[in-house]
């Protein structure tokens, strides 16, 4: 039997960023001509739900030694395993579960239909969420987190759900999801930003730990000015393209607004952390809506 503390680990946040980037791809996959059953656009939301649990209780349980020393975290773990360690056995084995559940469904998807992207989506997926944290490889502690999870939130996420609604994935949604890639790699460096002394004090590699906090304020505004201008690329034949430079400002604003007002210490960095998450999140509804828009 579960014990029910072990929902404690769940990030409701990181839950609903996973919904939103999964409706992403599904409505841009409907805006460029694809469909599918309710039913099996509610399984391809399981396969993302349970690859974003499994990283939740994977991570959290390989990390206890760096969660002792970090501060709180505004968008992190919760450091449940530092005071009860009791229950690390069990979060490991919710996180092999989550991951199975994720893969089995996706070659159940698969053979109903779907391509056989969406199983190697999937299969990629879990495999950067274990390697991210998992020794002997810690991609986090190698300076090569940032790209595990632009990958992972920018690119696999909304792939399900096109490869789900569409039957493959295609050149359409490799353009599409090119600025999203970039925006994963906003978030990563935004939730470095509070951990910089404890990271280096447990000599945990990461990009703002290389470059500083302050270079890292401007990297998050250069990417996120970049992913904008992408947008503007994009042809006119990808759905709803003409409100998405627009929807993009949002956090081309708070990075400039990080960057111009924002100190380095640790106290104004938790602060551009909440700002510019927040930034990506009201970026993600803004796509969503705009693409609901463009079936209209």
């Given at each position: ?124 997926f879990n495999t950067l969420g274990w390697l991210y944290s998992a ?74 730990g290389l470059i500083g906090r302050r270079r890292s304020y401007y ?78």
């Open positions: 039997m579960v014990d029910l503390r072990l929902l404690k680990v769940i990030r409701p946040h990181i839950v609903a960023g996973g919904l939103l980037g999964y409706l992403a791809g599904v409505l841009f996959s409907m805006n460029m001509g694809g469909g599918g059953s309710w039913a099996m656009l509610a399984a391809g939301y399981l396969v993302v739900l349970f690859m974003d649990l499994s990283t939740h209780y994977n991570n959290d349980y390989y990390d206890v030694e760096i969660d002792r020393m970090a501060p709180s975290k505004p968008f992190g773990s919760v450091n449940m395993f530092i005071e009860r360690p009791e229950l690390r056995g069990s979060a490991l084995l919710m996180a092999a579960g989550a991951s199975a559940l994720s893969l089995i469904i996706a070659l159940a998807l698969t053979t109903m239909g779907s391509s056989w992207h969406l199983l190697a989506v999937a299969a990629l020794p002997p490889v810690r991609l986090h502690s190698r300076r090569l987190g940032e790209a595990t999870i632009a990958v992972g939130t920018g690119f696999c996420i909304p792939a399900v759900g096109y490869a789900v609604s569409k039957g493959g994935l295609d050149g359409a949604f490799t353009l599409f999801s090119a600025p999203l890639v970039l925006y994963g790699f906003v978030l990563s460096l935004c939730l470095q930003m509070p951990d910089l002394e404890s990271d280096q004090a447990l000599c945990k590699l990461t990009l703002v990297l998050v505004l250069l990417s996120s000015v970049a992913a904008s201008l992408l947008y503007l690329t994009l042809p006119p034949s990808t759905g709803a393209v003409e409100a998405m430079p627009v929807v993009s400002l949002a956090p081309v604003v708070s990075g400039l607004l990080g960057a111009l007002l924002l100190g380095d210490n640790q106290v104004h960095a938790r602060l551009f952390t909440r700002i510019n998450v927040s930034a990506l999140f009201l970026l993600l509804v803004g796509l969503d809506l705009v693409l609901l828009l463009g079936l209209m």
